[in-house]
């Protein structure tokens, strides 16, 4: 959702609904942001490096990879958008919250991941790529191979937002 926007333009869900459903939760993000707790450290600072090298090729972005544990009532995709509307972002601007984030979200009791970017990707975002940049890690994640699943995640990510940067140019053109 824009920052301005007190609903989101496409389901109507509000923010407020959002609080409500993760009241508790930290809105102070790490790089990565393991809240699930399934990274040692050693594997946080691998992954760590990882999102600094997919910032430095598109600096316009920030990038994070978020690692959780939801309830039955809680899903992964409002989950991230409430990080991304709500959260504070560890080195990120602030001119950057709304239109340059992409979140690597991955529910370690479900085993469902999912990509969430901000306002300036949105109008470039195609679900079945969205699937595809992340299809190549889901049998580690099935194994709790967090850190290869990541890796290999990210990596599609990264391809992915390559793709859609630029589609989103060609569609500034229009």
């Known amino acids: 959702m824009h920052l301005s926007a007190e609903e989101c333009p496409h389901c109507g869900l509000e923010l407020e609904q959002l609080d409500a459903l993760y009241d508790g939760f930290t809105i102070d993000v790490r790089k990565p942001h393991d809240a699930a707790g399934v990274l040692r450290v050693p594997?946080?600072?691998?992954?760590?490096?990882?999102?600094?090298k997919a910032e430095r090729r598109f600096p316009q972005l920030f990038f994070n990879v978020v690692t959780c544990?939801?309830?039955?009532?809680?899903?992964?995709?409002?989950?991230?958008?409430?990080?991304?509307?709500?959260?504070?972002?560890e080195g990120m601007p602030e001119t950057a919250r709304e239109d340059g984030g992409v979140l690597l979200l991955i529910d370690v009791n479900r085993?469902?991941?999912?990509?969430?970017?901000?306002?300036?990707?949105?109008?470039?975002?195609?679900?079945?790529?969205?699937?595809?940049?992340l299809l190549n890690g889901h049998p580690y994640l099935l194994e709790a191979n967090y850190l290869q699943a990541i890796e290999v995640m990210l990596a599609g990510v990264v391809r992915y937002v390559k793709r859609m940067r630029r589609r989103a140019k060609q569609l500034a053109k229009k």
Not at 43 to 52: G, L, Q
Not at 111 to 133: I, N, P, Q, T
Request: net charge negative; glycine share 6%.
């Open 69 to 89: 544990s939801l309830s039955d009532e809680q899903s992964l995709r409002s989950y991230g958008f409430w990080l991304l509307n709500r959260g504070v972002f």
């Open 111 to 133: 085993k469902e991941v999912c990509v969430l970017v901000g306002y300036l990707l949105d109008a470039a975002l195609k679900e079945e790529e969205a699937f595809d940049a």
């Open 43 to 52: 594997e946080r600072k691998r992954v760590a490096k990882w999102i600094e």
